[in-house]
Every structure is written in structure tokens, then in C-alpha cells.
């Protein structure tokens, strides 16, 4: 069974910093995108940030400049540096993957999520 599992999170004062780390354990063969999204009570789950494979990252407007997202393709694993929180940044933050899994005769394509992990910056 894959699985991803997060780490960190927390509360931090307004401006500070955070750094949240997603590791995908279990039968993997390949990953292709990761990324972090994140929903905030009463709104829709949005994109925070993406990387491919090959390393291309993506950002919303609202975190460019703030936020940086790396991958390690050797462990299965993507961070997220969050630099200059803001209140608005506050929300529950989840890996996602999209992966292929199982042995060779039986191989199939998910889409994975994290448990997701609190983050609530401060004013």
C-alpha cells in the first residue's frame, strides 16, 4: 500500500517561517508530479505549489516569492519552505503525488493524498 505521509507544520507568528516535508512510502515505481495544496475553513482546496519530475516548479501569484517547493527523487520526498507567513496563509496543508505503484504484472496510476498537517501564522 502507498502512502504519503507529512511532517511539520504548526504555529508561527506572522512573518515567520515553516517547512513541510512529505515522504511516499510503499510499492513505487515512478512519480510523476508532487505538489502541496491547502484549504482554509470555508473555502475550496487550492494549489500552493508544484514540481515535476524533471524539477519545473509552479506557484500561485499569492505564494511567489514566499514559498519554494524541492523534491528529493532518490527517497520519494517533497518540502515546502514557507517563508513571510501571512494570517491568509493559514490553512490545512496537503501532499498529493501522482504515482504509479504495484509490481510489474500489476501496476496501476494513483493519485495520492497526504493526511494533511495544520498551519496557522498569526497576526
Known amino acids: 500500500q502507498v502512502q504519503l505521509v507529512e511532517s511539520g507544520g504548526g504555529l508561527v507568528q506572522a512573518g515567520g517561517s515553516l517547512r513541510l516535508s512529505c515522504a511516499a512510502s510503499?510499492?513505487?515505481?515512478?512519480?510523476?508530479?508532487m505538489g502541496w495544496y491547502r484549504q482554509a475553513p470555508g473555502k475550496q482546496r487550492e494549489l500552493v505549489a508544484s514540481?515535476?519530475?524533471?524539477?519545473?516548479?509552479n506557484y500561485p501569484d499569492s505564494v511567489k516569492g514566499r514559498f519554494t517547493i524541492s523534491r528529493d527523487n532518490a527517497k520519494n520526498t517533497v518540502a515546502l519552505q514557507m517563508n513571510s507567513l501571512k494570517p491568509e496563509d493559514t490553512a490545512v496543508y496537503y501532499c498529493?503525488?501522482?504515482?504509479?505503484?504495484?509490481?510489474?504484472?500489476?501496476?496501476?496510476?494513483?493519485?495520492?493524498w497526504g493526511q494533511g498537517t495544520q498551519v496557522t501564522a498569526s497576526s
Open positions: 498529493n503525488a501522482a504515482l504509479w505503484s504495484g509490481p510489474s504484472n500489476n501496476r496501476r496510476y494513483q493519485n495520492l
Open positions: 514540481i515535476t519530475s524533471a524539477g519545473r516548479t
Open positions: 510503499g510499492s513505487i515505481f515512478s512519480i510523476n508530479d
